[in-house]
């Protein structure tokens, strides 16, 4: 077990004092709590981050051997791998790249991920999606493999930023299995005086008249009255509601790897300007 390896054992438990004991082939090694992730020594990180462990691999490093009642006992830090692996990532990553990421937790305000060996980032709720949705939730679950894009880095302060919305397409390509006539289902995301707006899929809405049905979260079925590329705009009839699903549907990403430089929503030709996003270097 040389030191500052970076290997992988599950936690099997946690203490009362919230120290992770870990499975080390014959020995078991504990990671002391202020070991146990990035930002707990310094109070800007919940025990949360601990307890949540239990039962899941873990990425740590050996920092010393102890011997106790005639038993070798691995001292382990696993701040020091996810330091490693920070460090890393700050030198070999650039804004752009399209990188995994694993749901670790949601807030209203955005998703929190983990990006490797622990390594936590957070995607803001407005770079979920175009589709504005009230909270993370209503696009990811806990625990769920995804695809992320580095937005920006920060190396004095050892952060990274992501972004999602990017992947899941622009409205062309959104726009191209539907067709004037079709019947479709959605999710109301937003009633206005004006109209309602129905998501057809993360990246993709368009407007319906206004029905004192719809609440926000409300499935329904839509008939397509006409698909505008030039104005970015899709005309909807809403038919009638629909049994609300449980789970957040399948994602669908258009970009899997690679490299983004510049994405722009907008089809070419239109007379809106629509998101757009450039990263640098």
């Known amino acids: 077990m040389e030191s500052g390896v970076v290997l992988e054992g599950t936690a099997l438990l946690c203490t009362p ?14 990671i002391p709590r202020e070991e146990a992730a990035l930002g707990i020594a310094e109070g800007v990180t919940r025990d949360i981050a601990i307890l949540s462990r239990v039962g899941k691999p873990v990425c740590f490093t050996v920092t010393s051997l102890e011997e106790e009642d005639g038993q070798l006992r691995p001292l382990l830090s696993r701040r020091s791998a996810q330091q490693q692996a920070l460090a890393a990532m700050l030198a070999q990553w650039r804004p ?16 929190f991920v983990d990006v490797g060996c622990g390594v936590p980032s957070l995607i803001g709720v407005e770079n979920i999606s175009v589709s504005r949705i009230p909270h993370p939730d209503a696009r990811f679950r806990v625990g769920q493999e995804i695809l992320a894009v580095v937005l920006d880095l920060d190396p004095a302060l050892g ?16 726009a191209a ?7 479709v289902p959605g999710i109301v ?24 049905r719809l609440t926000e979260g409300t499935r329904v079925s839509v008939y397509l009255k006409a698909i505008l590329p030039e104005r970015m705009k899709i005309k909807l009839l809403v038919i009638e509601p629909l049994p609300t699903l449980n789970t957040p549907q399948p994602l669908h ?3 899997r790897e690679g490299r983004l430089e510049h994405w722009k929503y907008a089809p070419p030709g239109c007379v809106k300007v629509g998101m757009e996003t450039i990263f640098g270097d």
Request: hydrophobic letters at 40%; aromatic letters at 12%.
């Open 17 to 30: 004092e919230h120290d992770l004991i870990v499975s080390l082939g014959p020995f078991r090694g504990v």
């Open 96 to 111: 752009g790249q399209v990188v995994p990421a694993r749901v670790t937790h949601m807030e209203p305000f955005g998703a």
């Open 159 to 174: 952060r990274i930023y992501l972004t999602h919305k990017e992947l899941l397409g622009t409205w062309a390509e959104n």
């Open 177 to 183: 299995p539907f067709r004037t006539g079709m019947t």
């Open 189 to 212: 995301r937003g009633v206005k005086e004006y109209g309602a707006f129905v998501e057809l899929t993360p990246n993709l809405s368009g407007l319906a008249e206004r029905d004192p």
């Open 253 to 255: 990403y258009f970009i």
